[in-house]
């Protein structure tokens, strides 16, 4: 009789160390009445290393009738291409970085150049964008890529089942719009933070940090950056806080809810940083009268 139970705890001890050993994020399950679903924090660029996703993860796309995301980046190319465009792109005939004072426009080209891009090769982004593709070249360094990001990863998993409809909690256009809103000499100082940032360090060392909490479902480290960026008052750290993440909290709440109150087993996945501190998503389904359990 003892061969089997040690087989059957040995068992159950696999699967215990094969759940945790690929743990990454933060995952939670919603309740409203009879329904659930499972929020999922990501990050929106990846490595090969990072699938096939843990198995709860797993076992939850393969029940989900609905995939829901802040945006479909596998979804019409050229329909974001155009929005990237229009909300990008300094119209023809104004002189974006040309344009600026002599010794700022020096003070920043030399920063790109330093970061491997050639200042006239983007010449007419909007630097809320130069501040995006700074991103992207800093992940690029540490070994991570835009096209194996997380969100897209559960997207192909979505299409691949032919079952799971993708739904967006934003739009390209929406997001697009609230950098763009932003005051032009507020993105320039915004963009010369950025790069001194990359310069000494910081950037990489924070996009480090980050990306560590994702791969361990570090929920220490996700309070410790939760409370940076409380505290961050410079004009990139105002604005990530206050338009980026709290003021899109609230309507993600509100679309998480309705979800939830119509459907079962629906997956929702957002950015990482969506998830964290007093005015995260968690929180405000706690206090729109949803059951919110943390499971990693």
Do not use: C
Not at 6 to 26: K, N, T, Y
Not at 250 to 274: C, F, Q, T, W
């Amino acid at each position: 009789m003892r061969r089997p139970i040690i087989v059957v705890f040995f068992s159950l001890f696999l699967m215990a160390f094969q759940a945790l050993a690929g743990e990454r994020g933060a995952l939670f399950k919603v309740s409203s009445g009879a329904n659930a679903l499972y929020l999922y924090g990501t990050v929106h660029a990846g490595r090969p290393d990072f699938y096939p996703l843990e198995p709860r993860i797993g076992a939850a796309m393969a029940a989900a009738p609905t995939l829901a995301l802040e945006v479909d980046s596998t979804g019409d190319q050229a329909a974001m291409a155009a929005t990237i465009f229009k909300h990008g792109m300094f119209p023809a005939g104004t002189p974006g970085l040309p344009g600026l004072p002599a010794e700022r426009r020096a003070r920043i080209e030399a920063g790109l150049r330093k970061q491997g891009i050639e200042p006239a090769m983007v010449a007419q982004l909007k630097p809320w964008m130069l501040v995006a593709t700074l991103a992207m070249v800093e992940a690029g360094k540490l070994g991570y890529d835009p096209k194996l990001g997380v969100d897209a990863h559960l997207a192909g998993l979505a299409k691949s089942s032919g079952k799971t409809r993708i739904t967006e909690l934003e739009s390209m256009e929406y997001q697009a719009t609230l950098f763009n809103r932003m005051p032009v000499d507020d993105q320039w100082t915004m963009l010369e933070e950025a790069l001194n940032d990359m310069e000494s360090g910081r950037h990489a060392r924070e996009a480090r940090e980050l990306f560590a909490a994702y791969e361990g479902a570090d929920q220490a480290a996700l309070d410790r950056i939760a409370k940076r960026l409380e505290e961050d008052n410079t004009v990139g750290g105002k604005f990530t806080r206050e338009v980026l993440m709290n003021e899109r909290n609230g309507p993600m709440a509100d679309k998480i809810v309705s979800l939830v109150g119509r459907e079962n087993n629906a997956v929702v996945a957002v950015g990482l940083l969506h998830l964290v501190g007093k005015e995260g998503v968690p929180e405000l389904l706690r206090k729109r009268g949803v059951k919110v359990e943390r499971v990693y």
